[in-house]
């Protein structure tokens, strides 16, 4: 069974940089997972940031960029607002139609 | 516009069934692989079931196999996901996404909520 690491929680300055991470309880991840990200706020449907590692989604700005570090998939919002401060999903793509979720990391913004 | 629109959650006794549904406008649906993504109370999200843009083609996490059953009607531009056999650690918001390639999800409808408790 695939279990996808994140970190449950971090914490990241008005105006910081954070980068938030994405891995296997075994093995490394890849860009053959297709990591993604999605941002989520109480109450709300999910959006998608980031698909295939590091293509943004429609709209998403800049600010906002995916890669790989090291082993696991990377999410990293540089110039932290306060409307940052959500939960963020990452999913790898396991083959034969298959996604798993990360257990989702909740960024404060302080 | 893309979107999508959930419905037919409720109330639902253990071991009892429910339909739901999602409507799609705004793009071709027929060409789209689509999902359904769930999320209980408090909980994060948990990819549960995939299809082909022919429906040829379906996918299911393990903890709903044979249970739910994955559908579409292209010539209603709607998606389905037949639950039976529910349990308690099935009430969750269900969403349906659009699933591009089967690698990742792209347009989320607002999720309808089942509930499965005695």
């Known amino acids: 069974q695939t279990v996808v690491t994140q970190e449950p929680s971090f914490s990241v300055s008005p105006g910081g940089t954070v980068t938030l991470t994405c891995g296997l309880s075994?093995?490394?991840?890849?860009?053959?997972?297709?990591p993604s990200w999605y941002q989520q706020t109480p109450g709300q449907a999910p959006r998608t940031l980031i698909y295939s590692t590091n293509s943004r989604s429609s709209g998403v700005p800049d600010r906002l960029s995916g890669s790989i570090l090291g082993n696991k998939a990377a999410l990293t919002i540089t110039g932290a607002q306060a409307d940052d401060e959500s939960d963020y999903y990452c999913v790898l793509y396991v083959g034969s139609g298959i996604s798993v979720f990360g257990g989702g990391t909740k960024l404060i913004v302080l | 516009e893309v979107q999508l629109v959930e419905s037919g959650g409720g109330l639902v006794q253990p071991g009892g069934s429910l339909r739901l549904s999602c409507a799609a406008s705004?793009?071709?649906?027929?060409?789209?692989?689509m999902s359904w993504v769930r999320q209980a109370p408090g909980k994060g999200l948990e990819w549960v079931s995939g299809i082909s843009g022919n429906g040829g083609s379906t996918y299911y996490a393990d903890s709903v196999k044979g249970r739910f059953t994955i559908s579409r009607d292209n010539s209603k531009n709607t998606l389905y996901l037949q639950m039976n056999s529910l349990r308690a650690e099935d009430t969750a918001v269900y969403y349906c996404a659009t699933y591009p390639r089967y690698d990742h999800f792209d347009y989320w409808g607002q999720g309808t909520l089942v509930t499965v408790s005695s």
């Open positions: 705004g793009f071709t649906f027929s060409s789209y692989v």
């Open positions: 075994s093995g490394s991840v890849s860009t053959s997972f297709y």
